[in-house]
Nanobody, 117 residues
């Protein structure tokens, strides 16, 4: 399974961006899809996840500002990021996690989000 992410870029503080990610699989619905981010010198951290049934989970720092959604049939996931802050600057990674005999993680290539002050 391959994940292709897009939508990163440079934006001013207070602005918005929308990230998109599509998985190269159509014959099953990936259990969890989501986004993680990593800044230089920092560990990768949770941004948001969404289940195949629509259940969501957000990292504390993005609650109320970011919104995750998905198209389950297409195994696509979207991240609407509003009220962006300079500390949101990071490489954002699309993630898929699926159970088939065991849990398997899939990662996209990462897309850079830079928020200027």
């Amino acid at each position: 399974v391959q994940l292709q992410a897009s939508g990163g870029g440079l934006v001013q503080a207070g602005g918005s961006l929308r990230l998109s990610c599509s998985a190269s699989v159509v014959d099953f619905s990936i259990n969890y899809m989501g986004w993680y981010r990593q800044s230089p010198g920092q560990e990768r951290e949770l941004v948001a996840t969404i289940t195949s049934g629509g259940g969501t989970n957000y990292g504390d720092s993005v609650k109320g500002r970011f919104s995750i959604s998905r198209d389950g049939i297409k195994n696509s996931v979207y991240l609407q990021m509003n009220s962006l802050r300079p500390d949101d600057t990071a490489v954002y990674f699309c993630n898929g996690r699926h159970y088939k005999e065991s849990w398997v993680n899939y990662w996209g290539q990462g897309t850079q989000v830079t928020v200027s002050s």
